[in-house]
């Protein structure tokens, strides 16, 4: 594995600060941008050692996020841990085939996944009502059957998987939405455990990276954070312009790997 310079190890904490920043501010979609930071901005080489290395600080920072929404008695476990049990089976599945496909196949594909981020983010969401959630409401197999694919896809892609699993929990329990955040955070760390560990063992995780974008979540949560109480009321402009960013920064990746792929 290439020894990074300093310089990029200070804009690896940059890029988790821009992460953790917009996870804090929007409560969501910062992660999709973990993978194009870490291969622009810092200059990583090997997609796969990105993947590997944003799998790990992804479930890192969802484990840390857990903690705060457990306390609060915002996780329903066993929900969460039904979508997650069969989900780590799908994440291990997904990061070997990852792990098989060539650069800038996986790349192309990544981004096409985050055009499908932009535009689910861009959707006005339904307010969701406080109602209390019953265990009877809970459909076991359409928790399994979305804990597998969504965790496939987290293994293949590296990413927490969570605007998927957050409408899954929604779908298959009835429950509220604040309770599906909570409770997706312990299928994102899990799901991002697994495809850390699997590409670890194929020496495919950067460990200082790892280090050095947690660092920088960790403060750019904090000001995000903050900065959403002052921002509240315009947080749905806010999202929009994300979502835009996320959208152009797939089409870029799109072309770039395009013209790789058939140049």
């Not at 996870?23 to 999709?32: A, C, K």
């Not at 194009?36 to 200059?43: A, C, D, R, W």
């Not at 997609?47 to 457990?70: D, F, K």
């Not at 059957?145 to 929990?169: D, R, Y």
Request: charged content about 10%; proline content about 3%; aromatic content about 10%.
């Amino acid at each position: 594995m290439p020894h990074l310079s300093a310089l990029q190890y200070v804009l690896a904490v940059v890029s988790g600060g821009v992460v953790g920043f917009t996870l804090g501010l929007l409560g969501g979609g910062g992660s999709i941008l973990a993978v194009p930071l870490l291969l622009y901005l810092v200059g990583m080489n090997d997609p796969h050692v990105v993947i590997g290395s944003t799998a790990l600080a992804v479930s890192l920072n969802a484990y840390a996020n857990l903690i705060s929404h457990a306390r609060a008695k915002h996780v329903l476990w066993k929900p969460a841990i039904g979508f997650a049990l069969p989900g780590v089976l799908g994440a291990y599945i997904g990061s070997v085939l990852g792990k098989l496909m060539p650069d800038k196949q996986l790349l192309f594909l990544f981004a096409i996944l985050m055009v499908v981020i932009a535009i689910l983010m861009l959707r006005k969401k339904r307010s969701q009502n406080e109602q209390e959630f019953r265990s009877a409401d809970v459909h076991w197999i359409r928790i399994i059957s979305a804990g597998l694919l969504v965790g496939a896809l987290s293994g293949f892609f590296g990413i927490g998987g969570g605007f998927l699993i957050v409408p899954g929990l929604i779908f298959s329990t009835g429950m509220p939405m604040i309770m599906a955040i909570g409770s997706s955070l312990f299928a994102v760390g899990t799901f991002g455990l697994t495809t850390a560990v699997s590409y670890a063992s194929s020496g495919l995780v950067d460990w200082w990276v790892v280090l050095c974008y947690v660092g920088g979540g960790i403060l750019g949560g904090v000001v995000g954070s903050l900065a959403a109480t002052k921002l509240s009321t315009k947080r749905r402009t806010l999202n929009y312009i994300f979502s835009i960013i996320i959208f152009l920064v797939a089409i870029y990746m799109i072309i770039v790997n395009w013209k790789a792929i058939h140049g």
